[in-house]
């Protein structure tokens, strides 16, 4: 069960990676305009925001399997059909439509999958979130290679729609315990009041929010501020994943010597410590290096945090699991439009100062936060 909800995770973000490299042809095939075109990320989070809340807490209640399938099957069709469209309203549509429905499948395979060995919860989702961060860096491989091969944009969909077919076949042949029934579930609203549960929710939405405000105008700001080539500035995001995806693989070494509160403030205190002379360094071979170091500090931060906020309700995993998801989503919806209003006016180098005061704030939030209760995941 763990690899099924692994291969999820990584698909669902390989998804929402193929946009960014896609979106220079759209403009050019769909004849919209950049502003329309950013339209297209709005609808992604937004969907996400609702879809993965919602389909998170129906893993509680109802058939996982069942559930579980549909969101794949939908999300299979989808990409298929997103590649099919001719026109911008349409694709717009879709966009959402297979946000809504397809985005739930990390959540729900989180969920099962927290159910299922709630003593490995830190390990597991790290390799979670590990395994994401390799679709994200997998997506503008496809959508470079189909470009090499004189084929549109749609192809990369269409392909990523066959691997989703895979992934439902694999889903059947796979055994998934029905939700174990809760004596006496809590209200969601209880959920939310909880003071972990908030804590975490509200830590989560400022570092991934922090997170995706950086690493959406990394490349713009190589490209723009620092004139380097157009290749070196596509590659900076890779560079900066490479560094997400080796501080996620070594959380599990990590919290065998340190606790998960160390592993935090440690991850915090890199990234902050990256993120300033990242901004005031000029050399560029220097700055591509530091991306690497901040990417390698926030890793582990969003699936520490989640297996923190998840271990309130163990037997409601899925709920929590929905509660963190739509504030993850939250921040993705509104750290990337923010730290792009700060660059319009005053450059991009200077909005990523609002990124490292999120950071120093975190850090100081987790340092002063309740010892004991940091120190439980």
């Given amino acids: 069960m763990p690899a099924l909800a692994f291969a999820t995770n990584f698909l669902w973000v390989m998804v929402i990676g193929l ?37 998170a807490i129906g893993s ?8 579980y399938g549909a969101c794949v099957l939908v999300l299979s069709a989808g990409l298929f059909v997103l590649g099919l469209m001719p026109s911008y309203l349409l694709v717009a549509l879709v966009i959402f439509l297979l946000s809504l429905t397809g985005s739930p499948i990390g959540a729900i395979g989180q969920s099962i999958m927290l159910g299922m060995f709630p003593g490995k919860r830190e390990k597991y989702l790290s390799y979670m979130t590990f395994f994401g961060a390799i679709g994200n860096l997998v997506a503008p ?7 090499t091969a004189s084929l549109s944009w749609r192809w990369p969909f269409i392909e990523t729609s066959m691997l ?6 694999a889903l059947f042949a796979t055994p998934i315990p029905s939700a174990a029934p809760v004596h006496r579930p809590e209200k969601l609203s ?24 950086f690493s959406y105008w990394l490349a713009e700001y190589f490209k723009s501020e620092l004139h380097a080539s157009l290749r070196m500035s596509s590659s900076v995001v890779g560079v900066y994943l490479v560094g997400i995806i080796m501080g996620r693989i070594l959380v599990p070494v990590f919290l065998k010597r340190i606790s998960a509160r160390a592993n935090l403030i ?34 582990p931060v969003f699936p520490l945090l989640v297996a923190r906020g998840s271990r309130e ?20 919806m509104t750290f990337p439009l923010l730290v792009g209003a700060l660059a319009g006016s005053a450059g991009i180098a200077r909005s990523y100062f609002f990124c490292a005061a999120v950071a120093c704030g975190l850090l100081v939030a987790v340092i002063a936060g309740r010892g004991q209760r940091l120190q439980s995941t």
């Fill in 19 to 55: 946009l960014g490299p896609s979106l220079p042809a759209m403009v050019a095939d769909l004849g919209i305009t950049y502003a329309q075109a950013g339209f297209f990320f709005t609808l992604l989070s937004f969907g996400s925001l609702i879809g993965t809340s919602l389909g």
């Fill in 60 to 67: 509680d209640y109802l058939s996982r399997k069942l559930l």
């Fill in 141 to 147: 491989v496809v959508v470079s290679l189909n470009f």
């Fill in 164 to 169: 989703a077919f895979i992934v439902f076949i």
């Fill in 190 to 213: 209880t959920i939310i009041r909880n003071r972990g549960v908030l804590s975490s929710a509200a830590l989560i939405f400022f570092s991934v929010g922090a997170d995706l405000g």
């Fill in 266 to 299: 440690m991850g915090l205190g890199i990234a902050l410590a990256s993120i300033i002379p990242f901004i005031l360094v000029p050399s560029v071979p220097l700055k591509i290096a530091l991306c690497a170091l901040y990417g390698f500090g926030i890793g």
């Fill in 313 to 332: 309700f163990p037997s409601q995993s899925g709920a929590v699991t929905g509660v963190l998801y739509g504030c993850m989503s939250l921040g993705g």
